[in-house]
């Protein structure tokens, strides 16, 4: 559509319409009807520590994996898959980070004991801070607008971080998710040109939706990605 929005204005609305839905069919980067462009508002207290923004997607990435802590595979009876079983099967106590579990288990000097287990890395110093201070601030199920813009889009400011919050977790290591590396620059660039990291982000038919185990990400963000993609992901 972004591509195309010229040429709807040089033809016929129903021809438009006519022409856009031929072209989902043959291009699968033309797909959402009413893309966000611009969610303006912030309303991240940059002192807090937002459940959903910050805290769900590094515990799924990391934890909620197969054979790990997913619904099905449950180890230990921990599953690690939303609000209510990090809370209950992590065993956090509001307030108390070194009486949770959870928190005792990222922060464990043993390397056979600590998770995520060895040979995957442990979590790094600051996505261990991350947690601590949620957990400090009362492990609440919160979430703030952390604004989003489609206009001037760019691998670093929006692609990136979408990426490397949401998907590097599963996507690193030597076992990845579907072989496929999500881990820096040239990684992601791969994953856009064989059409597969648009394709489970946008939950398209013949795709694994992405990001798994999870909510899908959020339409303004989708729509970065689609953008990074067709202007031929610049390293910018
Ligand atoms: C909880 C782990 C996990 C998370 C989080 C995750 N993935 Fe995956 N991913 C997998 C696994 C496992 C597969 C293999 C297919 C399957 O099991 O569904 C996969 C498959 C894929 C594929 C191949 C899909 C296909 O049909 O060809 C792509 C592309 C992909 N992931 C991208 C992403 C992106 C982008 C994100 C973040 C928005 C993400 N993944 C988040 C585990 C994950």
Redesign the pocket.
């Known amino acids: 559509m972004i591509l195309k929005s010229g040429l709807k204005f040089m033809i016929p609305a129903s021809l438009a319409v006519f022409t856009m839905i031929v072209g989902c069919k043959h291009d699968p980067f033309l797909v959402p009807e009413n893309p966000i462009v611009v969610v303006p508002d912030d309303s991240c207290d940059e002192d807090t520590v937002y459940f959903k923004n910050d805290i769900l997607?590094l515990i799924?990435?990391n934890c909620?994996?197969?054979g790990c802590h997913?619904q099905s595979s449950a180890q230990e009876g921990v599953v690690l898959v939303d609000y209510a079983s990090i809370i209950t099967t992590g065993e956090i106590k509001p307030g108390n980070p070194d009486g949770s579990e959870l928190y005792e288990a990222i922060t464990e000097d043993d390397p056979e004991k600590r998770m995520p287990p060895s040979p995957n890395a442990g979590l790094s110093v600051e996505q261990i801070q991350k947690i601590r201070t949620w957990i400090q601030q009362g492990a609440l199920d919160n979430s703030c607008n952390s604004g989003c813009d489609t206009t001037n889009v760019t691998f670093s400011q929006q692609v990136w971080p979408?990426?490397q919050t949401?998907?590097t977790?599963?996507?690193s290591g030597a076992n990845?998710?579907?072989g496929?590396l999500?881990t820096d620059y040239q990684t992601v660039v791969d994953?856009a040109t064989?059409g597969?990291?648009y394709?489970?982000?946008a939950h398209l038919s013949?795709?694994?939706?992405?990001?798994?185990?999870?909510s899908k990400?959020d339409d303004c963000r989708i729509a970065a990605?689609r953008i990074w993609i067709e202007n031929n992901t610049p390293n910018d």
Not at 206 to 214: A, D, E, F, I, L
């Open positions: 997607p799924v990435s909620a994996t197969s997913d979408t990426i949401n998907c977790g599963c996507h990845p998710g579907a496929i999500l994953a064989s597969r990291l394709g489970s982000v013949g795709y694994s939706p992405m990001p798994k185990n999870t990400l990605i």
